[in-house]
């Protein structure tokens, strides 16, 4: 089975640090572009960062841009985000996804998720 | 930051067709870039419903069906059921955010 679990998720205070960790089951992990999509609770979804697949391209939204770093271990079928610098906006449920195989660029469907990881960054 | 516009909430009788509208730009889905859909239960992870614009994973009933024209999209559900409650979110991409966007959600509630 196709399975993907998030774990790390924490409280942390403003200005402090965090890695979450999805662990990935069920397919070749170097196969795949992954993304973190994160939603503040109450609110919509937002896209995060995406790698790709042997981890040598990496993109990420404007608002996380030179404080998060997104990385891929394949020997280990796990995918993480280091979040440095956190702010209270960063305060959301972290979904870590899979990007459907075979489907042109930019025009990927998310087809698997994690059930998501908490991060509230509160003092 | 929400680019695609859908409204905060529709509802229909069981067994009632409703749609639900995307509105985007010239620069996500007026750009050509695929609109997907997916339905999201509080509480779990959300689930692809549509894909590609039109398409349907296997498993999701026949009663959903996506469009796309110019700068929107939309996500109809015909024959409307209990289970159908739940957030639905369009999804793309933006060219000049140069960023994957989301919908800003839509709650259907039966009746």
């Given at each position: 089975e196709?399975?993907?679990?998030?774990?790390?998720?924490d409280?942390?205070?403003?200005?402090?640090?965090?890695?979450?960790?999805c662990?990935?089951?069920?397919?070749?992990?170097?196969?795949y572009?992954?993304?973190?999509?994160?939603?503040?609770?109450?609110?919509?979804?937002?896209?995060v960062?995406?790698?790709n697949?042997?981890?040598?391209?990496?993109?990420?939204?404007d608002?996380?841009?030179?404080?998060?770093?997104?990385?891929k271990?394949?020997?280990?079928n796990?995918?993480?985000l280091q979040m440095?610098?956190l702010?209270?906006?960063?305060?959301?449920?972290?979904?870590?996804?899979?990007?459907?195989?075979?489907?042109?660029?930019?025009?990927?469907?998310?087809?698997?998720?994690?059930?998501?990881a908490?991060v509230?960054?509160?003092? | 930051?929400s680019?695609?516009?859908?409204?905060p909430s529709?509802?229909?009788?069981?067994?009632?067709r409703?749609?639900?509208p995307?509105t985007?730009?010239?620069?996500?889905?007026?750009?050509d870039?695929?609109?997907h859909?997916?339905?999201?239960?509080?509480?779990?992870?959300?689930?692809?419903?549509?894909?590609?614009?039109?398409?349907r994973?296997?498993?999701?009933?026949d009663r959903?069906s996506?469009?796309k024209s110019?700068?929107?999209?939309?996500?109809?559900?015909?024959g409307l059921?209990?289970?159908?409650?739940?957030?639905?979110?369009?999804?793309?991409?933006?060219?000049?955010?140069?960023?994957?966007?989301?919908?800003?959600?839509?709650?259907?509630?039966?009746?």
């Open positions: 196709v399975q993907l679990v998030e774990s790390g998720g409280v942390v205070q403003p200005g402090g640090s965090l890695r979450l960790s662990a990935l089951s069920g397919f070749t992990f170097g196969d572009w992954m993304h973190w999509v994160r939603q503040v609770p109450g609110q919509g979804l937002v896209w960062s995406r790698i697949g042997d981890g040598t391209t990496t993109n990420y939204a608002s996380v841009k030179g404080r998060f770093t997104i990385s271990d394949n020997a280990k796990t995918l993480y440095n610098s702010r209270a906006e960063d305060t959301a449920v972290y979904y870590c996804v899979r990007v459907l195989g075979g489907v042109s660029l930019h025009n990927e469907p998310y087809d698997i998720w994690g059930h998501g908490m509230i960054v509160s003092s | 930051q680019v695609l516009t859908q409204p529709v509802s229909g009788a069981p067994g009632q409703v749609t639900i995307c985007g730009s010239s620069s996500n889905i007026g750009a870039y695929d609109v859909w997916y339905q999201h239960l509080p509480g779990t992870a959300p689930k692809l419903f549509i894909y590609g614009n039109i398409n994973p296997s498993g999701v009933p959903f996506g469009s110019g700068t929107s999209a939309s996500l109809a559900i015909t059921q209990a289970e159908d409650e739940a957030d639905y979110y369009c999804q793309s991409y933006d060219s000049s955010l140069n960023a994957y966007v989301f919908g800003t959600g839509t709650k259907v509630t039966v009746l």
